[in-house]
C-alpha cells in the first residue's frame, strides 16, 4: 500500500510506480479530502486516517500489507502500525517524522500558502539542484488542489502527530529512507526513529530533499524490493 503525502493524492507514487516492477503488488489511494475520495466535513486524526486504511485492506479482502508511506502518508502508516499491528506485515518510512513537533516552521509557511504559491515553493523544498534540471514541474504536479476546508482539515490532522514515546512499540520490521538534507522532515527524526523502532533500518540519501520519491525512485525502488525479499527486476 502507497500512502500518499500531506498535500498530494494517490497520483504521487507514479514515478515510483514505474519502478517497482515485477512482483511487487503496489495499491495507492486517495486520502479523505484527496483526489476521488468523498468525506463528510468533519474532522479527524492521523489515527482516523490509519483506520481508514485498514478499512481499505478489509474492502480488498487482504489480511495484511506492506505500508509504504511518505512525509505525512508515513505519519500514517506509523499509526497504523500501532492501532493495528496484526494488519502490517511490515513499514517504508520515506521523508517522514515521529512528531509534528520537530518540523520546522517551513512546514507551516507551505501550509499558509496559496496552491499558485505553494507550487512555487516545492521546488527547491522538494529537489536537489542537480534534479531540478531533469524533473522540472514533477514537484510542484504533485500538489493537490484543495479548497481552504480540506486543507484546512489535512493540516489540523498533520499538526496533531506525536509518537516518539511509542516508536518502541511499533512491532512490523522497518526500512526508513530519508534524505540527509530534507528540508521539512529533519534527518535527525529519520535517526530517532532508526534508534527506537525495534527492527529498523535506516537507508540515507546523501544530499536528498523531501522528494526523494521522485528524484530517487530508482534507487529507493531497489531497496524496497530488497527489503520485501522481491527478486532484483
Avoid at 517497482?20 to 486520502?31: M, V
Avoid at 496484526?86 to 517524522?97: H, N, Y
Avoid at 522497518?174 to 540527509?180: K, S, Y
Amino acid at each position: 500500500m502507497l500512502v500518499h503525502g500531506g498535500e498530494s493524492d494517490r497520483t504521487q507514487f507514479a514515478t515510483l510506480r514505474a519502478h517497482l516492477g515485477a512482483g511487487i503488488r503496489a495499491i495507492s489511494y486517495d486520502q479523505r479530502d484527496s483526489g476521488i475520495t468523498v468525506n463528510p466535513p468533519v474532522p479527524y486524526t492521523p489515527g482516523d486516517l490509519a483506520d481508514d486504511l485498514v478499512a481499505l485492506l478489509d474492502a480488498l479482502g487482504l489480511e495484511r500489507a506492506h505500508l509504504l508511506g511518505t512525509s505525512f502518508g508515513g505519519t500514517v502508516v506509523q499509526h497504523a502500525a500501532l492501532r493495528h499491528p496484526e494488519r502490517v506485515a511490515s513499514l517504508i518510512l520515506v521523508a517522514t517524522t515521529p512528531s509534528f513537533a520537530l518540523c520546522p516552521k517551513t512546514v507551516d509557511e507551505l501550509f499558509d500558502m496559496s496552491h499558485d504559491d505553494r507550487q512555487k515553493a516545492v521546488a527547491d523544498l522538494f529537489i536537489t539542484p542537480e534534479g531540478q534540471a531533469k524533473l522540472q514541474t514533477r514537484a510542484a504536479r504533485t500538489l493537490a488542489v484543495r479548497d481552504p476546508e480540506k486543507s484546512g482539515r489535512r493540516h489540523d490532522a498533520a499538526r496533531q502527530h506525536e509518537i516518539r514515546d511509542h516508536l518502541g512499540e511499533i512491532a512490523a520490521p522497518t526500512l526508513i529512507v530519508h534524505g540527509t538534507e530534507d528540508l521539512l522532515a529533519p534527518y535527525s527524526g529519520a535517526a530517532l526513529m532508526e534508534q527506537r523502532i525495534p527492527n529498523a533500518e535506516l537507508r540515507s540519501i546523501e544530499g536528498g530533499r523531501h522528494g526523494i520519491t521522485m528524484e530517487f525512485a530508482e534507487p529507493i525502488a531497489g531497496w524496497v524490493r530488497e527489503f520485501l525479499g522481491v527478486a532484483a527486476a
